[in-house]
T-cell receptor, first 116, second 113 residues
Framework: GAGVSQSPRYKVTKRGQDVALRCDPISGHVSLYWYRQALGQGPEFLTYFNYEAQQDKSGLPNDRFSAERPEGSISTLTIQRTEQRDSAMYRC??????????????FGEGSWLTVV | QKEVEQNSGPLSVPEGAIASLNCTYSDRGSQSFFWYRQYSGKSPELIMFIYSNGDKEDGRFTAQLNKASQYVSLLIRDSQPSDSATYLCAILGPMNRDDKIIFGKGTRLHILP
């Protein structure tokens, strides 16, 4: 696609429910990143993939958070048993990963998650 | 020590003046450095990247990198009210480690008309 596409754009869920956030990266982009951004803060790294391989998941807050990219394109970030503290903007980004300029990442519009 | 540090601001600069935004980083092996601009309620968008010591200019924007001092800055000349936004510094780790890109908390810039 022309840009990074995320869905849903807005999600309100009850505490304890599971949520799945989807990211469709720019076509052909090798690397895909997930970030979480609180109001007034910079994007906080969660995890990233090169193709289908999850290279680093050190930023995932706990084992309720998981991500996958089974075919090296679309990715899903899943949060199980959501808690109110999970409420945030979740941003996906992708890059073609080729050299310094290729490591430039392009962000989607984000998914706003509110846990009530 | 945090990996990427920025003054949160707000930094207020008169219209037409030079705005100077600064960023320090902890990993001496970092290889690439990025400046993103984020308007309120919007996604971050790339302004510039730099990976060699010295200056890199693009229009009204100049990125400056000093690897010895682990310092990267962004200068905005002839500041305009439309430059009012949060500016995010981001770094890419050492080539032999991974492609993780880490962001600072951002500096809020306010251009005074």
């Amino acid at each position: 696609g022309a840009g990074v596409s995320q869905s849903p754009r807005y999600k309100v869920t009850k505490r304890g429910q599971d949520v799945a956030l989807r990211c469709d990266p720019i076509s052909g982009h090798v690397s895909l990143y997930w970030y979480r951004q609180a109001l007034g803060q910079g994007p906080e790294f969660l995890t990233y993939f090169n193709y289908e391989a999850q290279q680093d998941k050190s930023g995932l807050p706990n084992d309720r958070f998981s991500a996958e990219r089974p075919e090296g394109s679309i990715s899903t970030l899943t949060i199980q048993r959501t808690e109110q503290r999970d409420s945030a903007m979740y941003r996906c980004a992708s890059s073609d990963g080729q050299g310094a300029s290729g490591n430039t990442i392009y962000f989607g519009e984000g998914s706003w998650l509110t846990v009530v | 020590q945090k990996e990427v540090e920025q003054n949160s601001g707000p930094l207020s600069v008169p219209e037409g003046a030079i705005a100077s935004l600064n960023c320090t980083y902890s990993d001496r092996g970092s290889q690439s450095f990025f400046w993103y601009r984020q308007y309120s309620g919007k996604s971050p968008e790339l302004i510039m990247f730099i990976y060699s010591n010295g200056d890199k200019e693009d229009g009204r924007f100049t990125a400056q990198l000093n690897k010895a001092s682990q310092y990267v800055s962004l200068l905005i000349r002839d500041s305009q009210p439309s430059d009012s936004a949060t500016y995010l510094c981001a770094i890419l780790g050492p080539m032999n480690r991974d492609d993780k890109i880490i962001f600072g908390k951002g500096t809020r810039l306010h251009i005074l008309p």
